[in-house]
């Protein structure tokens, strides 16, 4: 167990795995909370063009990708704002756009193929170079930052936009503020647990918590704990188990959502019969989120998509 | 309290600019004119009632009182300062229709109304006066034993109570409040009317959308009746005792030639 401690790509790998846990559920918890679950799975398609240039370039792909991912978040708040019919469409034509495009371009590049692909697909914990170390600590802290910082304007902006806006807080910007850590998020996060999987660990550990805690803060606080102990586990597990790292951390995610779940129910079922409201299972408003749900339903590719909850 | 002496059809009485002031207001909602040229003013003190069918343009109304509907003619002014250029927005507390409050998280009571302390505070944090301001808040519609419950598990009357409180948090000078009574059962309505109550004895002005003034009835200094996106009626508080007993609500909103509510009882 100790030894594992003696290779300096592991203590990469690892203080990556610390950061990702942390940072993804403290961002994810506000997707979350405007029904955009689903937001961090586009974002992570789109990033992936973002790498794929970086190769073309010969560039650092996290920063290409954090560039890239960072236009295409903001290009989905704008549809947000925007768009009102054909939403989904759009951001369905940014996810197949994002993944088409990376997938082009990486076979475009001199020194590219799929297989570079396969490692930002999935997360590697052998791949974390020093050099992306720097990059991973510094993003980290701007996204803590965020969305630490600011978290009761973003709570604000997430529970009631309108309301925010009347209380004269700057809304759009918060919102694009909000997009762009997301992106940031992603990138940071793709060297461990890879970008078609880095929108779980967005979401399920928002999700596990949220069936234990009666509060915002204390569901931010249990899903931050949560996200840590799932992507150190999962990072442990992938040096055993030469697995991807980014396979061992969902499905460790996914458990222990079932077992929280298991644990909460009795509490939650006393918790709902003493409110007469209930108004969570019918999910009243969520005709923004349901848009965004069409366009990841549509372009989440693969078995693992069936994983991913795309509604908490 | 200037909503003891104030003139019926307007504030003459009051000091100060008017709270609202909007004037030939006109805007659309997707192509379609839902406003035509409303005139609406809330003197300092004053509680205004927007009454009217559904669909005649209250909740337009507010929400271009607000801000959030553009206006595609005339003026709005709040506290005498043009909408372009108005910035003090904690002077206004806003309660939504209970609906619009509904997040994909759980978040307490408490988390709800220091939201609406952000008004005053912004980006800075949060202190000892904006915590005791939010318990105040909560005391003054009775929630205060419930705010660390989680607003899931709330009736439809004790939400309402968290998003008045809301407004509350940031001591605004205007209350805008929309349909606050729908969907509040008799209790709820009491604990309201007495929560407003004592707003309206501290001299903050409200303007609300009602459907039926109920409980809320002796509060209101002034109830303008909107129809088709067009000023009514202003009624005058002596006749206030009528409408409440023939609230608008039961009105039949499509009876073409639908009968003035009252004419006959006014002049």
Request: glycine share 12%; net charge neutral.
């Given at each position: 167990?100790?030894?594992?401690?003696?290779?300096?790509?592991?203590?990469?790998?690892?203080?990556?795995?610390?950061?990702?846990?942390?940072?993804?559920?403290?961002?994810?918890?506000?997707?979350?909370?405007?029904?955009?679950?689903?937001?961090?799975?586009?974002?992570?398609?789109?990033?992936?063009?973002?790498?794929?240039?970086?190769?073309?370039?010969?560039?650092?792909?996290?920063?290409?990708?954090?560039?890239?991912?960072?236009?295409?978040?903001?290009?989905?708040?704008?549809?947000?704002?925007?768009?009102?019919?054909?939403?989904?469409?759009?951001?369905?034509?940014?996810?197949?756009?994002?993944?088409?495009?990376?997938?082009?371009?990486?076979?475009?590049?001199?020194?590219?193929?799929?297989?570079?692909?396969?490692?930002?697909?999935?997360?590697?914990?052998?791949?974390?170079?020093?050099?992306?170390?720097?990059?991973?600590?510094?993003?980290?802290?701007?996204?803590?930052?965020?969305?630490?910082?600011?978290?009761?304007?973003?709570?604000?902006?997430?529970?009631?936009?309108e309301?925010?806006?009347?209380?004269?807080?700057?809304?759009?910007?918060?919102?694009?503020?909000?997009?762009?850590?997301?992106?940031?998020?992603?990138?940071?996060?793709?060297?461990?647990?890879?970008?078609?999987?880095?929108?779980?660990?967005?979401?399920?550990?928002?999700?596990?918590?949220?069936?234990?805690?009666?509060?915002?803060?204390?569901?931010?606080?249990?899903?931050?704990?949560?996200?840590?102990?799932?992507?150190?586990?999962?990072?442990?597990?992938?040096?055993?188990?030469?697995?991807?790292?980014?396979?061992?951390?969902?499905?460790?995610?996914?458990?222990?959502?079932?077992?929280?779940?298991?644990?909460?129910?009795?509490?939650?079922?006393?918790?709902?019969?003493?409110?007469?409201?209930?108004?969570?299972?019918?999910?009243?408003?969520?005709?923004?989120?349901?848009?965004?749900?069409?366009?990841?339903?549509?372009?989440?590719?693969?078995?693992?998509?069936?994983?991913?909850?795309?509604?908490? | 309290?200037?909503?003891?002496?104030?003139?019926?059809?307007?504030?003459?009485?009051?000091?100060?600019?008017?709270?609202?002031?909007l004037?030939?207001a006109t805007a659309s909602l997707g192509?379609?004119?839902v406003l035509?040229?409303v005139?609406?003013?809330?003197?300092?003190?004053?509680?205004?009632?927007?009454?009217?069918?559904?669909?005649?343009g209250?909740s337009t109304t507010i929400r271009a009182v607000l801000g959030q509907v553009p206006l595609t003619?005339?003026?709005l002014?709040?506290?005498?300062?043009?909408l372009?250029?108005?910035?003090?927005?904690?002077?206004?507390?806003?309660?939504?229709?209970?609906?619009?409050?509904?997040?994909?998280?759980?978040?307490?009571?408490?988390?709800?109304?220091?939201?609406?302390?952000?008004?005053?505070?912004?980006?800075?944090?949060?202190?000892?006066?904006?915590?005791?301001?939010?318990?105040?808040?909560?005391?003054?519609?009775?929630?205060?034993?419930?705010?660390?419950?989680?607003?899931?598990?709330?009736?439809?009357?004790?939400?309402?109570?968290?998003?008045?409180?809301?407004?509350?948090?940031?001591?605004?000078?205007?209350?805008?409040?929309?349909?606050?009574?729908?969907?509040?059962?008799?209790?709820?309505?009491?604990?309201?009317?007495?929560?407003?109550?004592?707003?309206?004895?501290?001299?903050?002005?409200?303007?609300?959308?009602?459907?039926?003034?109920?409980?809320?009835?002796?509060?209101?200094?002034?109830?303008?009746?909107?129809?088709?996106?067009?000023?009514?009626?202003?009624?005058?508080?002596?006749?206030?005792?009528?409408?409440?007993?023939?609230?608008?609500?039961?009105?039949?909103?499509?009876?073409?030639?639908?009968?003035?509510?009252?004419?006959?009882?006014?002049?």
């Amino acid at each position: 167990m100790i030894e594992m401690l003696d290779f300096p790509f592991m203590q990469r790998a690892l203080l990556a795995a610390l950061l990702v846990g942390i940072a993804a559920p403290a961002v994810g918890i506000y997707l979350v909370q405007r029904r955009q679950a689903i937001m961090g799975d586009g974002i992570g398609h789109v990033a992936l063009t973002g790498v794929a240039l970086g190769f073309l370039l010969s560039t650092n792909p996290v920063w290409m990708a954090v560039l890239v991912s960072s236009l295409g978040a903001i290009g989905m708040e704008l549809i947000r704002w925007y768009g009102k019919a054909r939403g989904d469409i759009a951001l369905a034509m940014l996810f197949y756009g994002g993944m088409a495009g990376g997938v082009m371009i990486i076979n475009l590049s001199p020194n590219g193929s799929n297989a570079n692909l396969t490692t930002y697909l999935f997360g590697s914990i052998t791949t974390v170079s020093a050099e992306d170390i720097v990059a991973i600590v510094g993003l980290s802290v701007f996204v803590l930052l965020v969305s630490l910082g600011l978290r009761r304007q973003l709570f604000a902006v997430c529970q009631d936009e309108e309301f925010a806006r009347v209380t004269g807080l700057p809304v759009r910007l918060l919102n694009l503020l909000l997009a762009v850590t997301a992106a940031v998020t992603v990138t940071v996060a793709m060297r461990v647990v890879g970008l078609l999987l880095v929108s779980a660990l967005m979401v399920i550990p928002v999700a596990a918590a949220q069936q234990a805690t009666r509060g915002f803060a204390a569901t931010l606080g249990l899903s931050v704990g949560f996200g840590v102990v799932v992507t150190l586990s999962g990072t442990v597990t992938s040096y055993y188990a030469d697995v991807p790292p980014g396979a061992s951390i969902v499905v460790l995610a996914i458990v222990l959502f079932g077992i929280i779940t298991a644990l909460a129910a009795p509490l939650a079922r006393r918790r709902y019969r003493n409110g007469s409201d209930g108004r969570d299972g019918a999910v009243p408003g969520g005709g923004r989120g349901g848009t965004l749900v069409a366009g990841g339903g549509t372009a989440a590719d693969g078995p693992e998509a069936s994983h991913r909850p795309t509604r908490v | 309290m200037t909503r003891k002496t104030a003139a019926p059809g307007g504030p003459a009485t009051a000091e100060g600019p008017p709270a609202v002031a909007l004037r030939g207001a006109t805007a659309s909602l997707g192509g379609r004119p839902v406003l035509r040229g409303v005139d609406l003013t809330v003197a300092p003190g004053e509680t205004v009632a927007l009454l009217g069918a559904n669909g005649s343009g209250k909740s337009t109304t507010i929400r271009a009182v607000l801000g959030q509907v553009p206006l595609t003619g005339g003026e709005l002014e709040l506290f005498g300062t043009p909408l372009a250029r108005f910035r003090d927005w904690q002077r206004l507390g806003y309660v939504p229709q209970r609906s619009t409050a509904a997040a994909g998280v759980p978040a307490t009571v408490r988390e709800v109304v220091a939201a609406g302390r952000l008004a005053r505070r912004k980006f800075r944090p949060l202190g000892r006066a904006d915590k005791a301001a939010v318990r105040h808040a909560l005391e003054q519609v009775g929630m205060d034993d419930r705010a660390k419950d989680p607003v899931d598990a709330l009736s439809g009357g004790q939400h309402q109570r968290v998003l008045i409180a809301r407004a509350l948090a940031a001591e605004p000078e205007l209350l805008i409040m929309d349909e606050p009574l729908a969907g509040v059962d008799v209790g709820n309505q009491e604990a309201l009317a007495a929560t407003l109550r004592e707003q309206v004895d501290q001299g903050t002005s409200v303007l609300l959308v009602l459907h039926e003034l109920g409980p809320l009835a002796p509060l209101i200094d002034r109830a303008v009746v909107l129809r088709d996106g067009q000023v009514e009626r202003v009624d005058n508080p002596d006749r206030l005792h009528d409408l409440a007993c023939h609230p608008h609500g039961s009105e039949p909103a499509e009876a073409a030639p639908a009968p003035k509510i009252e004419t006959g009882s006014l002049t």
